[in-house]
């Protein structure tokens, strides 16, 4: 599986900004989809996962009630829509793909993710 994010972006504070992630090479909707971030001198942090059916969602949470997940099964793609942006969501965003054969599992640690994309720069100025 292949994974490619959208570019980020130089936004301010309180702007917001879609990032989406684009699949190939496998079958999407037998994927739970990831969002992780690092910043600089971070290590790599959870920021949303969401199930295969796009039915569940879990968030990390210092973006829960901020971010949102969403995704498109017949476009191969997943979405994290970010509002209210603040200088520490500054980092670089990574989507990733888990294969689970149930609809049920939400993976939030890294180490769980099969495949990542090579990330994309998001930049909130204050």
């Known amino acids: 599986v292949q994974l490619v994010e959208s570019r980020g972006g130089l936004v301010q504070a309180g702007d917001s900004l879609r990032l989406s992630c684009a699949a190939s090479g496998g079958i999407f909707s037998e994927y739970a989809m990831g969002w992780f971030r690092q910043a600089p001198g971070k290590e790599r942090e959870f920021v949303a996962v969401i199930s295969r059916s796009g039915g569940a969602s879990h968030y990390g949470g210092s973006v829960e009630g901020r971010f949102t997940v969403s995704r498109d099964n017949a476009e191969n793609t997943v979405y994290l829509d970010m509002n209210s942006l603040r200088p520490e969501d500054t980092a670089v965003y990574y989507c990733?793909?888990?294969?689970?054969?149930?609809?049920?599992?939400?993976?939030?640690?890294?180490?769980?993710?099969?495949?990542w994309g090579p990330g994309t720069q998001v930049t909130v100025s204050s």
């Open positions: 990733a793909a888990h294969w689970l054969s149930s609809d049920e599992f939400l993976p939030r640690y890294q180490s769980t993710y099969d495949y």
